[in-house]
T-cell receptor, first 114, second 114 residues
């Protein structure tokens, strides 16, 4: 059974550009969550999607957005990139919505903003 | 608001020695608790989770954790550490049944000496 797949693995962007990251959940998983990991702030929740609807959102500016498609695949977009957006972005999938389900994480996308 | 404290930033143990990583949480209701491990440049791997029931939870790779409600703790233990256990360990508290947001601790980096 394939795990959570995140593409690309590495990305270098210039300040002011925008970027789109992709996450394919485990087959049958309907919930996808996104996290940002930085040395200074640690792991922070970005948002969660379930059945193509955003169900929960973390404390990030509106430059961070996401969506989920009918096949449960998800994308997150960051517009007007800042140096501080450099981070490892992790996607996690779950069979259902809510803390009672286990979360499986992907290997992440390492974004570097220069 | 939910929060997680991992008081030990860095721990060094000898191979074959026992290990205990501390985790304290703050949550208004019955928490969903998780331990994840992260190797350098990788995503998070779930070691074990607690939802309800038996307070001693067994996980993968020989790890176990004990939920103590009176102490708001969920410490991770392993009787005999292997060199391959060197990694960063994260404790997390899950959301309610309708919110999947995970709140992570700052992590404990484990170094294993031979």
């Amino acid at each position: 059974k394939a795990g959570v797949t995140q593409t690309p693995r590495y990305l270098i962007k210039t300040r002011g550009q925008q970027v789109t990251l992709s996450c394919s959940p485990i087959s049958g998983h309907r919930s996808v969550s996104w996290y940002q990991q930085t040395p200074g702030q640690g792991l922070q929740f970005l948002f969660e999607y379930f059945s193509e609807t955003q169900r929960n959102k973390g404390n990030f500016p509106g430059r961070f957005s996401g969506r989920q498609f009918s096949n449960s695949r998800s994308e997150m977009n960051v517009s007007t990139l800042e140096l501080g957006d450099s981070a490892l972005y992790l996607c996690a999938s779950s069979t259902g919505q809510g803390g009672g389900y286990g979360y499986t994480f992907g290997s992440g996308t390492r974004l570097t903003v220069v | 608001a939910q929060s997680v404290t991992q008081p030990d930033i860095h721990i060094t143990v000898s191979e074959g020695a026992s290990l205990e990583l501390r985790c304290n949480y703050s949550y208004g209701a019955t928490p969903y608790l998780f331990w994840y491990v992260q190797s350098p440049g990788q995503g998070l791997q779930l070691l074990l989770k607690y939802f309800s029931g038996d307070t001693l939870v067994q996980g993968i790779k020989g790890f176990e954790a004990e939920f103590k409600r009176s102490q708001s703790s969920f410490n991770l233990r392993k009787p005999s550490v292997h060199w391959s256990d060197a990694a960063e360990y994260f404790c997390a508290v899950g959301g309610s049944r309708t919110a999947s947001k995970l709140t992570f601790g700052t992590g404990t980096r484990l170094q294993v000496t031979l």
